[in-house]
């Protein structure tokens, strides 16, 4: 289930909230005013292409075998 950030407009206070609808109207915690901001996702190391290292590495084809470190041996083919 998606956790969004929102930020209440009267009291500025932050807040998180599990989100089932993508235009529910989400009540702040503090002054249960329903005037509040929905943040960018707070996982921010995630890129939404997907292109992160973790994934350039595991995809290329294997780039180093178990018997070396650096991908360049007769093992690997490189
Ligand atoms: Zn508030």
């Known amino acids: 289930m998606p956790i969004y950030e929102y930020v209440c407009a009267d009291c500025n206070n932050k807040f998180e909230e599990l989100v089932f609808k993508n235009d529910e109207e ?17 996982c921010r190391s995630r890129v939404s292409g997907g292109n992160s290292l973790d994934s350039l590495s595991s995809s290329s084809g294997g780039s180093s075998c178990a018997g070396c470190s650096g991908g360049n041996c007769a093992t690997c083919g490189g």
Not at 26 to 42: D, E, H, I
Request: charged share 25%.
């Open 26 to 42: 989400v009540q702040c915690p503090k002054c249960n005013s329903k005037n509040t901001k929905k943040l960018m996702s707070l």
